[in-house]
């Protein structure tokens, strides 16, 4: 049993590493057919001065070259610096914004996963009622609405109308994160609200949901005891790719709040070629998926009995 | 006379539909005694399985009770409340149904399982929940208990999953225990096994069973009583040796002349013609399987046919029994059946 986990850690760890490397290697190689140079104002530069230039940032090497040093440079934790800010490091840079975009995120997913299989649950055990309505109609809406219409106006109506929150800036602790993390948390609670009102659906119709009812449960007691679990596993894929793409942040949304996160700093690489956070950027977002995907799969051992490692396999 | 524990008198249960009102159960009444076997015989859709859910008030949010009484120990249990009711499901009346492989939580331990059927009606603690669990096990032969029940459904094959899901019905001891064809989803061997079982079951823990079937060998095995449904009616009902020996309705007759047994020599099997009647509204007056009747009469065009008394046991509705009815001749394996049954019957009275 304990073996068995040992080697399933160590093939997953391996298959995780292979991932991540594949991933470097097309991204570096993909970059390097980028049009222009990392410097802003190349139109001025001479021949002679981009190839001073070059030379100072390894640029002019061969592409499998700086290849092999980026590779043993990230090997030894060099992320090399940043190409818009020439005396900041690519590990600075975003370290001072991972931490907020991934709060931003993981309170988002939390949240709106939350209150969406609530709504999801809600829905299911009502289903056919107005309430049930309320709560597809709810996920339509919230699956439609662009997170940026939602954005404004929770702004307008809490920041300026009632007053009660801060409009935008990350100076107030906790209070700064409210709306951003409402604003972002719209589409997952959507989505996870539509999902589990279906699986609730099936599940409240099998067989051993009337078992359990033919056992004298109250339906309460059936839906969270026996539905719930049933109708979370699948619910967890989606649930990791969802946290992912919430804790590398939201372009627009960290833009309309003014939130010093992530997402912007994507953007902004990419169109000034600036090659180390690119990869930097690719290397951290992957890392994530991986490592989601890897605990989604621990989490479905704990949640599903039948896909359990340890089992029989009869 | 036995205590009579669950009668149900004059039940009619029917399902909104989009094609219009069905009317399942029609009129459905009988009782059932202390530590007796009832077996429930008909065709899919003859209203078996919607009676005895509406002991359970398990049934589809568009089905209605339209009428009757359910009686457990005098106690009406249409007249409770949904939450009296919760009281009664599981701990006086339980249920084992079809397929045990879609019975139970595919991701809770059966150990649990089981104990929840305990602490949902007794108020006991942990370890005495375990303990009976672990007694229920031993009772339906799930061999190494302790180990066992904290193993999860996918781990046990079909026949033990049934044992499970019939340990579980028994938790709290329930005076009724309604088994919905219970072995139909087995294969041939298991089936017995589990039949052999739900015997020995009920001669240990004396609950009084109603045992939903379509199949007459499993009857034979089983049954004190047996009660034929046709059309959401019942129309014959009386001891087993009554039904199997001495049938008075033609649709008995055509059930048992179905049915293969050791001396059946005949190149196929006998089938009944055509189908059962849809119920949907209105439904068709006079006797609902006169259509398919090599032995109607005029008389069931029109009218009902109501019970007659064969014997203080054994009631049919035919108008065959009419004293004006002109007199049927059997199917020749019944007749010989007859024959014999009551030759055996006279010699043993002498």
Known sequence: ?314 | MAHVRLEVKNLSVSFSTFAGKVHAVRGVSFSLCDGETLAIVGESGSGKTVTCRSVMRLLAKNASIDSGEILLDGTDLLRLSEREMRQVRGNEVAMVFQDPMTSLDPTMKIGRQIEEAVTLHRKVGRREARSRMLELLRLVGIEDPERRSRQYPHEFSGGQRQRIVIATALACSPKVLIADEPTTALDVTMQAQIIDLLKDLQRKVSTSVIFITHDLGVVANVADRVAVMYAGKIVEIGLADEIFYDPRHPYTWGLLHAMPTLDTHMPSLYTIPGSPPTLTEPVPEGDAFAPRNAYALAVDEKYEPPFFKVSDTHYAATWLLDPRAPKAVLPEILAKRRREYLERRKRNAG
């Open chain 1, 1 to 314: 049993m304990k073996n068995r986990w040992l080697r399933f850690l160590g093939r997953r760890l391996l298959y995780m590493a292979l991932t991540l490397w594949i991933i470097v290697t097309i991204t570096f190689l993909l970059m390097s057919f980028l049009p222009g140079t990392p410097y802003n104002n190349q139109d001025k530069l001479t021949a002679a001065q981009l190839q001073v230039l070059n030379q100072k940032y390894g640029l002019n090497q061969p592409v499998w070259q700086r290849y092999l040093t980026y590779l043993n440079n990230i090997l030894h934790g060099d992320f090399g610096i940043s190409l818009q800010f020439s005396d900041q490091k690519v590990t600075t840079l975003l370290g001072n914004r991972v931490g907020v975009s991934m709060q931003l995120g993981i309170q988002a997913a939390v949240f709106g996963t939350v209150v969406g299989i609530v709504l999801g649950t809600i829905a299911a055990m009502k289903h056919n009622t107005w309430i049930d309505t309320f709560c597809s109609l709810f996920a339509i809406v919230g699956r439609s609405a662009p997170n940026f219409v939602v954005a404004v106006l929770l702004q307008f109506v809490f920041a300026v109308t009632l007053g009660v929150l801060p409009i935008g800036l990350w100076n107030e602790g906790f209070r700064s994160t409210v709306l951003p993390t409402l604003a972002l948390s719209i589409s997952p609670m959507a989505d996870s609200a539509r999902f589990i009102r279906t699986e609730m659906l099936e599940v409240l119709n099998s067989d051993y949901i009337e078992f359990a009812r033919a056992k004298g449960m109250s339906e309460l007691h059936l839906v969270v005891f026996h539905g719930l679990r049933n109708a979370l596993i699948p619910l967890i894929t989606i649930l990791g790719p969802i946290t992912v793409s919430l804790m590398t942040g939201s372009l627009v949304v960290e833009n309309i709040f003014a939130v010093p996160g992530i997402g912007e700093q994507f953007t902004k690489s990419v169109l000034t070629n600036d090659y180390y956070t690119i990869m930097a950027m690719t290397i951290l977002f992957s890392a994530l998926l991986v490592v989601v995907i890897f605990l989604t799969d621990i989490l479905y051992q704990i949640i599903d009995p039948r896909v359990r490692i340890g089992g029989d396999r009869s």
